[in-house]
């Protein structure tokens, strides 16, 4: 009997919401480690790409990657800049890409549930003071700010869901 309430109370730890479930892996930003699956995020947006790239008028400008935006970011400032991004995503990019189409909007919706789970998770990080701000940072998501809002709502909402890929690449690539 002593052995369940000991396996019952392992399981009510807050530190196993850092384990990784199916299809999840754990990333590390900073010092933040967040479990998150990158795959189911991709698999969603990779349905919708090429609706959602070809709705982009404007092919020459780029909010994540121009320039540089997401290049050389530290590893102490991964965890501030990431989670700058969750709540730019959450925030301004999903509430503003709606379409006629049924079918791409619970793609969209779907994809936002995954990034607002991550963006809690990242908050929480980031109440704990585990996520330090650096100068490096701040001036890169003031770039991806400056470039979102140079143009008008919904051309950047858009545009920014269309680049979805820019970011999983990143984030994998510095996992």
């Not at 479990?35 to 709705?55: D, L, P």
């Not at 189409?101 to 990242?122: E, G, H, P, Q, T």
């Not at 051309?155 to 269309?162: E, F, H, N, T, W």
Request: aromatic share 10%; net charge positive.
């Amino acid at each position: 009997m002593k052995g369940s309430h000991l396996f019952l109370c392992l399981f009510s730890m807050p530190w196993l919401n850092l384990m990784p479930t199916a299809g999840n892996k754990i990333f590390h930003f900073g010092p933040c480690r967040i479990a998150m699956s990158v795959t189911e995020i991709r698999s969603g947006f990779t349905a919708i790409k090429a609706n959602i790239q070809a709705r982009d008028p404007i092919k020459t400008l780029s909010i994540l990657s121009y320039p540089h935006s997401l290049h050389k970011v530290k590893s102490s400032d991964r965890c501030c800049i990431i989670h700058r991004l969750f709540n730019f995503y959450v925030d301004k990019v999903f509430k503003h890409c709606k379409t006629e189409d049924s079918y791409i909007n619970r793609k969209i919706s779907s994809i936002a549930n995954s990034f607002l789970s991550v963006k809690r998770k990242l908050g929480q990080c980031h109440e704990q003071n585990k996520c330090l701000c650096g100068q490096g940072s701040a001036e890169k998501f003031q770039q991806i700010l400056a470039n979102y809002e140079g143009l008008n709502v919904t051309s950047a909402a858009i545009k920014s869901l269309g680049e979805l890929d820019i970011l999983l690449d990143w984030m994998e690539k510095s996992h």
